[in-house]
């Protein structure tokens, strides 16, 4: 029974040791130095195709209407079929290898 | 109607609400501050360094709070390693700031005297003991959720809160334990 009263007088203690620490602009000083806020995902969407947007019609007003683009397409169907098929692979393992640069990024250098 | 830790976190995640990130610092900045000044023996620069630093790291990886265990608790976990990052750095820290702790205790609560004597023997404790004791006894966290702030077995939590008692217990032997 005395047990019993001297560790409840102990816990007693123990709590009134831990006495409310006051702020005195603690908080607001985690607040100032936390990182600035993110941009809102669908804004960060919305900005990227906005930017996007502008930028084609841009290249397309300076290019005369995309004509280069029509040229370009029949000057390189017109490659032998090696140089076609060679080019393919090309941009293939391009692409694959930006994928896999951005699924690393994304996380941390892993990939599972 | 107040908010609670997990609405909180929601929003943080959710829309990177800093209102709602200092709302759970207001909350839980007392105790992860007492604490920290508890373990570095009442440094309280140092202490409050250290419990920034608990809350910008709470910040940066409050994604991982899965919210399985209490929100302070994921805190404390965050202090303690805090902590042990800088003794490891450290190795030695300094010693008692008595003045600004009792500064900051209401003096109504309980006898100075007796304050002080708990003070001292709560620091005399060895790290371990005293962990347990602040984290189980002052800070009511229950040992399954020590075992996890300090990523130690259950039983080793337990035994160093029964040791830390006993020590706390002979060390104020002279104060009449029941009546005080």
């Given amino acids: 029974m005395n047990e019993n009263l001297q560790e409840d007088w102990l816990d007693a203690r123990l709590r009134d040791e831990a006495a409310y ?7 607001a000083g985690v607040v100032q130095k936390l990182p ?3 941009v809102r995902h669908t804004l960060r969407a919305a900005i990227l195709l906005g ?9 397309y007003l300076l290019s005369g209407g995309g004509w280069f683009i029509a040229e370009e397409v029949t000057r390189f169907a017109l490659l032998p079929l090696p140089v ?3 080019s393919a692979a090309a941009a293939t393992v391009l692409v694959m290898a930006g994928s896999l640069a951005a699924v690393m990024s994304r996380t941390g250098g892993r990939l599972r | 109607m107040a908010l609670t830790d997990a609405d909180l976190v929601a929003r943080v995640l959710l829309d990177d609400d800093h209102h709602a ?7 839980h900045q007392s105790s ?7 373990l570095v023996r009442a440094d309280v620069s140092l202490a409050d360094d250290l419990a920034q630093e608990t809350f910008l790291r709470a910040y940066k990886n409050l ?5 399985e265990a209490r929100f302070s608790t994921w805190l404390y976990r965050i202090a303690y390693n805090c902590f042990r990052e800088e003794a490891r750095k450290r190795k ?6 008595e003045a600004q702790l009792e500064a900051e205790h209401d003096p109504h609560t309980t006898d100075p005297a007796l304050r002080h004597d708990l003070a001292h023997a709560l620091q005399l404790l060895p790290l371990h003991e005293r962990t347990a004791i602040l984290l189980c006894c002052q800070n009511g966290l229950s040992h399954d959720e020590a075992a996890r702030v300090l990523e130690i077995p259950l039983g080793t939590v337990k035994t160093n809160v029964l040791r830390g008692r006993e020590k706390l217990k002979r060390s104020l032997a002279a104060w009449d334990l029941t009546k005080t």
């Fill in chain 1, 51 to 59: 930017v996007t947007v502008v930028a084609s019609i841009i290249a």
């Fill in chain 1, 21 to 27: 620490v006051d702020d005195g602009g603690f908080t």
């Fill in chain 2, 63 to 67: 994604r991982s709070f899965r919210g």
């Fill in chain 2, 92 to 97: 030695e820290l300094v010693g008692i700031d």
């Fill in chain 1, 84 to 86: 076609i098929w060679l």
């Fill in chain 2, 21 to 27: 990130f200092a709302e759970l610092v207001r909350n």
């Fill in chain 1, 36 to 38: 600035a806020r993110r």
């Fill in chain 2, 32 to 38: 992860v501050r007492g604490l920290l000044r508890q």
